[in-house]
């Protein structure tokens, strides 16, 4: 498979974060989208940070679909989002009905035109010049974790290593997936896969 790796641009340390977004309701997604856009306008954002679960029900069917436009662009489109650049990661809605179509999602990434799209792999790591020094952004997969599907094992190795360096060389970092490791809400407590094979890196 292709990797979607480029360039990033050069940040700050203001940022939005969002997971669940791709809603199949435009009603809601654009309320959403109106409350983002107004703390932007207040606060100053240089980047949106995807949590997953970017498409409702499935992920899209090919790298041209139209859910791209229908559940992404058009729905985050304020005057202070549109340009703003997205790190994205998969949920298990990305992976729905598993044929694949994750990596429609990578992807996007090289399509000519498409600056704002990032997701170089289903795993990666990019660091970040900001006013506080070098922050390394670190995703992870969980759904390939909990399904065991492309290649986890090679991802629990990359995830180790990234912050085994990135500590050695006292950077700011900040490591994120979809399912949550710790949880009070309805997921309570948590996910097992992200506890046993994820958070023991974190301590």
């Not at 399509?111 to 170089?120: A, D, F, K, M």
């Not at 997921?187 to 896969?193: K, N």
């Amino acid at each position: 498979m292709k990797s979607g790796k480029r360039d990033v641009p050069t940040f700050t340390n203001k940022f939005l974060i969002i997971g669940d977004q791709g809603s199949t309701s435009r009603t809601a997604a654009d309320r959403v989208a109106a409350q983002m856009d107004a703390w932007a306008a207040e606060n100053g954002a240089d980047f949106i940070l995807s949590l997953g679960d970017n498409f409702y029900q499935d992920g899209p069917p090919s790298v041209a679909s139209e859910l791209f436009n229908e559940r992404w662009r058009d729905a985050y489109n304020g005057d202070n989002l549109k340009d703003l650049f997205w790190f994205m990661s998969v949920g298990n809605h990305d992976y729905y009905p598993y044929e694949g179509y994750e990596w429609n999602e990578v992807a996007r990434t090289t399509v000519p035109g498409e600056e704002r799209w990032y997701l170089p792999w289903l795993w990666y790591n990019v660091t970040l010049d900001t006013p506080a020094g070098p922050l390394d952004l670190i995703i992870a997969d969980s759904q390939a974790a909990r399904k065991n599907m492309n290649d986890r094992s090679t991802m629990y190795e990359w995830f180790q290593e990234t912050l085994k360096w990135s500590e050695e060389n006292n950077r700011l970092k900040i490591a994120v997936s979809h399912h949550p490791g710790r949880s009070a809400g309805n997921y309570y407590p948590g996910s097992g896969t992200i506890q046993n094979n994820f958070e023991p890196y974190l301590e």
